[in-house]
């Protein structure tokens, strides 16, 4: 029986400064992605869950929390850029040109900036990639750099764990 494999991701020997992804999905964002993600990390303050109070801001309405549009525009990078990641060592620069609102839907682009070995893991190198979150209007609403150790192909850590069986099918 031929084995099919599919999208395994990028391990370090597939990167090439310059490189850009873009993400394949977009995801758009609810209100209560929004207020979960701002209870789940104890978030008080009101601009994210209190519309009277939002309402009052320069915004008008509530503000999607800025630390769940870093997460979920590196979540959307993850296919791309860090699938075979075996660490995240930095988030830099992190800025937000614009607000995000429920029902803003985003999407991910990543540029490779930088390839280095690893001194100390020899079955990884260091991968620098800058990304930015981009909504349905084409407005950039964050960009941060990101340095993660990205295993390498064939490194004893990624190889292949789907449990082979030799029961025969049943169906």
């Not at 029986?1 to 599919?6: H, L, P, Q």
């Not at 490189?19 to 964002?29: E, H, K, P, Q």
């Not at 769940?68 to 930095?90: C, K, R």
């Amino acid at each position: 029986m031929a084995v099919v494999t599919g999208w395994q991701g990028r391990f370090f020997e597939d990167y090439a400064v310059g490189d850009v992804y873009r993400s394949r999905l977009g995801r758009t964002i609810t209100e209560t992605d929004n207020i979960w993600f701002t209870n789940l990390t104890l978030n008080t303050n009101q601009s994210h869950f209190n519309t009277p109070f939002a309402e009052r801001s320069p915004f008008g309405k509530p503000l999607v929390n800025s630390a769940f549009t870093l997460s979920l525009v590196t979540g959307l990078s993850v296919t791309d850029v860090s699938e075979n990641a075996m660490a995240n060592l930095a988030w830099d620069d992190i800025k937000l040109p614009r607000p995000v609102f429920a029902g803003d839907t985003l999407w991910c682009e990543s540029e490779v900036l930088e390839l280095r070995e690893s001194a100390s893991r020899p079955y990884a190198g260091i991968v620098g990639i800058r990304s930015r979150g981009i909504n349905q209007r084409k407005e950039v609403v964050i960009e941060f750099r990101r340095t993660m150790m990205v295993y390498r192909r064939g490194a004893e850590q990624v190889q292949d764990l789907f449990p082979i069986t030799e029961a025969e099918w049943g169906v």
